[in-house]
T-cell receptor, first 116, second 114 residues
Framework: DTEVTQTPKHLVMGMTNKKSLKCEQH?????MYWYKQKAKKPPELMFV???????INESVPSRFSPECPNSSLLNLHLHALQPEDSALYLC???????????????FGPGTRLTVT | GQNIDQPTEMTATEGAIVQINCTYQ??????LFWYQQHAGEAPTFLSY????GLEEKGRFSSFLSRSKGYSYLLLKELQMKDSASYLC???????????????FGSGTQLTVLP
């Protein structure tokens, strides 16, 4: 099983709503990632979890709150978002790479988020 | 900081060979990845280079020169389904000794014409 699943596929939310994005993998990967991707742009790293602990936060606004309940699950809680936060949100996972290991990241299909 | 450059767009003909270049400037280099992304889909892994030289996987090959900060992805026997965005991504080694941070170039949109 080399699949990363994400739910929902599409989400429309108002600026006062609270919603959550979910990501799941069963490959035994201990590193999990959230990326944001705008149209015709590359993915931008938001957060990295390693062994269920937050290890990288790329100066993401607090209206995005990640959570890693266990080694297979990764959530992204959304609150008071702005229209400019509309994007494709990608989850990825990988083995925990040391220097020189390939251990590529496997991406989920993404959640298409629209903030109105 | 990191700087990764690749051409924005390329066009090639079905059955031909195309080379997509990527140049980078970064500290703590720990590998270069190529991903393919079709419109509206997730990126999928194509290749990985950490040492200088050529890596071949079927119709796809990737080359790395660390001293020049340069890589290319070579696609042979192009097919219509190869029309996609090709992302060059550099992984850096963090001070903790772990190597998780991946920074993507802006992507090259390849169009394969019949």
């Amino acid at each position: 099983d080399t699949e990363v699943t994400q739910t929902p596929k599409h989400l429309v939310m108002g600026m006062t709503n609270k919603k959550s994005l979910k990501c799941e993998q069963h490959m035994g990967h201990r590193a999990m990632y959230w990326y944001k991707q705008k149209a015709k742009k590359p993915p931008e790293l938001m957060f990295v979890y390693s062994y269920e602990k937050l290890s990288i936060n790329e100066s993401v606004p607090s209206r995005f709150s990640p959570e890693c309940p266990n080694s297979s699950l990764l959530n992204l809680h959304l609150h008071a978002l702005q229209p400019e936060d509309s994007a494709l949100y990608l989850c990825a996972s990988s083995q925990e790479p040391l220097a020189g290991d390939p251990y590529e990241q496997y991406f989920g299909p993404g959640t298409r988020l629209t903030v109105t | 900081g990191q700087n990764i450059d690749q051409p924005t767009e390329m066009t090639a003909t079905e059955g031909a060979i195309v080379q997509i270049n990527c140049t980078y400037q970064t500290s703590g280099f720990n590998g270069l990845f190529w991903y393919q992304q079709h419109a509206g889909e997730a990126p999928t892994f194509l290749s990985y280079n950490v040492l200088d030289g050529l890596e071949e996987k079927g119709r796809f090959s990737s080359f790395l020169s660390r001293s020049k900060g340069y890589s290319y992805l070579l696609l042979k026997e192009l097919q219509m389904k190869d029309s996609a965005s090709y992302l060059c991504a550099v992984r850096i080694l963090l001070s903790s000794g772990s190597a998780r941070q991946l920074t993507f170039g802006s992507g090259t949109q390849l169009t394969v014409l019949p």
